[in-house]
């Protein structure tokens, strides 16, 4: 089982950014997926997450209209989208799969786990 993430940076505050993290060794189609962040000297937080079918999404409060979660079975590929983004995004993003069909904010529900993609944001 793999999650390699991809497509963090440096950019500026009001910039946008697009994460992915491709998934093998195992059948993506029915799990839920999340991605979370952790910055510098603070615990692992959650971001968002996404149902197998896409048909249900939550999201932090503060990222809440900035990010964007999607996911493609095709591809075995899940995204965030991040828009407007502000220095307190800096962090390390991880994607996440959990062995269940809704995710939850809970880090424990998430079984599979991608290295991180550094995201840094100045203003």
């Known amino acids: 089982v793999q999650l390699q993430a991809s497509g963090g940076g440096s950019v500026q505050a009001g910039d946008s950014l697009t994460l992915s993290c491709a998934a093998s060794?195992?059948?993506?189609?029915?799990?839920?997926i999340g991605w979370f962040r952790q910055a510098p000297g603070q615990e692992r937080e959650f971001v968002a997450t996404?149902?197998?079918?896409?048909?249900?999404?939550l999201y932090a409060d503060d990222v809440k209209g900035r990010f964007t979660i999607s996911r493609d079975n095709a591809k075995d590929t899940l995204y965030l989208q991040m828009n407007n983004l502000r220095p307190e995004d800096t962090a390390l993003y991880y994607c996440?799969?959990?062995?269940?069909?809704?995710?939850?904010?809970?880090?424990?529900?998430?079984?599979?786990w991608g290295r991180g993609t550094l995201v840094t944001v100045s203003s």
């Open positions: 060794g195992f059948y993506f189609d029915d799990y839920a």
């Open positions: 996440a799969v959990a062995l269940r069909s809704i995710g939850s904010r809970d880090s424990k529900d998430y079984r599979y």
């Open positions: 996404l149902s197998w079918n896409s048909q249900y999404q």
